[in-house]
């Protein structure tokens, strides 16, 4: 993505682009202007001389043109014209040079041949180079003025602005009943964008509160009902009388209950700010958690030729909601069961708080692992086995930032790697 300017820098490179062009528009005429008048005046000056000198030559046949020091006749019907006169139209020509002098000739044709008339203007071209160098330095004067009040005017106009876009970027997101402030002096826009953020933060402080109350209230209403089946499913398959068909159902009920509470712990969890987490953080064994979720899934590598194994670092403890590691780690191993026919799937542990399960499975390629991640970033619906969506898991790791990478080779099986990015107990200040 391209960079992006500041409004204030927008301001200045118009403004300051406006100033030059204007000052080379109004230069440039300037220009134009006196060359244009320039001409007219030698056109008028030597047309008056040349007019008197023409008439004196036709009155009188002998009359002869004495040159002075500024102007000299040029008699083309008795002596051809200088080189420098030779070939031009008949009309005035500036900046002619003739014998090392800089003149401005007007060229007639007459009966007998061309006249010209030459003015020496080497002195008035110097005064003229001399007033274009005053002119340019008094132009670039005025653009440096010019441009220093630009600059003044624009960061005293954007100022305000400034200062709103600095309050806005400060607020935040986990701070109820921020508000945007301005000065007595704002203008009237301001004043209006002001309300309006300041309106939006009261109506999202509204709308915070009531999801707040909302999620504690069904935290508490969701998991009571759930509690009363499970516990009325365990009670029931302590009756040694139950037919088989019946104990079968009741422990489907079981299950499907633990499944269930899981998924509405997981939605809790999605549902909260990671802040607010904090506080219903437990501290535990991260290997004896481990051990405990394979015991619970061992059951669903029955009628397989699989073994789990569980290696790595003992004595690894983190603080982190427990049923959220529980259920994370528990839906990866039944993925990786449920995926996998015969051989090892092996848990293993890495300091400080890294989970990584592999499974001897049919793995994947890399084109359904790249499909997996799109549909978790469209907030697909990727299913791993009878448990809780991957995209769940994934959105779960997201919001609480931890980490889930899966590699997998067709044939090779599938390894997932869950970093949970909590602090280590060692290092916990609770810790003493």
């Known amino acids: 993505m391209a960079a992006r300017t500041s409004l204030r820098r927008r301001i200045l490179l118009g403004l300051l682009g406006y100033t030059v062009a204007l000052t080379l528009a109004v230069f440039a005429h300037g220009v134009l202007v006196n060359e244009h008048a320039e001409a007219l005046v030698?056109?008028?000056?030597?047309?008056?001389?040349?007019?008197?000198?023409?008439?004196?030559?036709?009155?009188?046949?002998?009359?002869?043109?004495?040159?002075?020091?500024?102007?000299?006749?040029?008699?083309?019907?008795?002596?051809?014209?200088?080189?420098?006169?030779?070939?031009?139209?008949?009309?005035?020509?500036?900046?002619?040079v003739i014998d090392g002098v800089v003149r401005v000739a007007l060229i007639r044709q007459l009966d007998g041949g061309p006249v010209a008339l030459a003015l020496d203007i080497t002195d008035l071209?110097?005064?003229?180079?001399?007033?274009?160098?005053?002119?340019?330095?008094?132009?670039?004067?005025?653009?440096?003025?010019i441009s220093l009040a630009v600059f003044w005017g624009v960061n005293r106009l954007v100022r305000p602005l400034t200062m709103l876009s600095g309050r806005i970027e400060a607020l935040k997101p986990d701070q109820p009943g921020q508000r945007i402030g301005v000065p007595a002096s704002a203008t009237t826009e301001l004043v209006v964008i002001a309300d309006s953020i300041n309106d939006y933060l009261r109506r999202n402080d509204s709308?915070?509160?009531?999801?707040?109350?909302?999620?504690?209230?069904?935290?508490?209403?969701?998991?009571?009902?759930?509690?009363?089946?499970a516990g009325a499913s365990e009670l029931a398959l302590g009756q040694p009388s139950i037919p088989p068909a019946i104990r079968g159902q009741l422990t489907r009920i079981r299950q499907t209950s633990r499944d269930v509470e899981r998924l509405v712990t997981l939605l809790l969890v999605l549902a909260k700010d990671p802040s607010r987490l904090a506080g219903t953080a437990d501290r535990f064994s991260l290997d004896q958690t481990?051990?405990?979720?394979?015991?619970?899934?061992?059951?669903?590598a029955k009628g397989k030729d699989l073994t789990i194994e569980v290696a790595g670092s003992a004595g690894?403890?983190?603080?982190?909601?427990?049923?959220?590691?529980?259920?994370?780690?528990?839906?990866?191993?039944?993925?990786?069961?449920?995926?996998?026919?015969?051989?090892?799937?092996?848990?293993?542990?890495?300091?400080?708080?890294?989970?990584?399960?592999?499974?001897?499975?049919?793995?994947?390629?890399?084109?359904?692992?790249?499909?997996?991640?799109?549909?978790?970033?469209?907030?697909?619906?990727?299913?791993?086995?009878?448990?809780?969506?991957l995209d769940l898991i994934a959105r779960l790791c997201e919001h609480l930032g931890w980490t889930l990478d899966i590699r997998s080779?067709?044939?090779?099986?599938?390894?997932?790697?869950?970093?949970?990015?909590?602090?280590?107990?060692?290092?916990?200040p609770g810790n003493d």
């Open 207 to 229: 709308f915070v509160e009531r999801e707040r109350v909302f999620i504690d209230t069904a935290s508490h209403e969701l998991r009571t009902p759930l509690s009363v089946i």
């Open 125 to 145: 071209e110097q005064r003229e180079f001399d007033m274009w160098i005053t002119v340019m330095g008094s132009t670039l004067t005025m653009v440096v003025l």
């Open 42 to 96: 030698w056109q008028t000056l030597l047309d008056s001389e040349l007019d008197h000198v023409v008439e004196r030559i036709t009155s009188d046949p002998e009359y002869r043109w004495v040159d002075t020091s500024s102007m000299v006749l040029f008699d083309g019907r008795r002596a051809p014209l200088p080189d420098a006169l030779q070939g031009l139209a008949p009309g005035v020509h500036d900046e002619i």
């Open 316 to 389: 690894v403890e983190i603080v982190a909601p427990l049923p959220v590691v529980q259920t994370a780690i528990g839906n990866l191993l039944r993925n990786a069961i449920e995926n996998s026919d015969r051989g090892t799937i092996a848990l293993r542990i890495e300091p400080p708080a890294t989970v990584v399960i592999s499974d001897p499975g049919h793995g994947m390629t890399p084109e359904e692992i790249s499909a997996i991640y799109a549909r978790i970033a469209r907030g697909g619906g990727e299913r791993m086995g009878g448990g809780i969506g």
């Open 409 to 428: 080779d067709t044939d090779r099986g599938t390894v997932a790697r869950l970093t949970l990015s909590s602090t280590p107990l060692a290092a916990d």
């Open 290 to 300: 481990v051990a405990e979720i394979v015991e619970q899934h061992a059951h669903l």
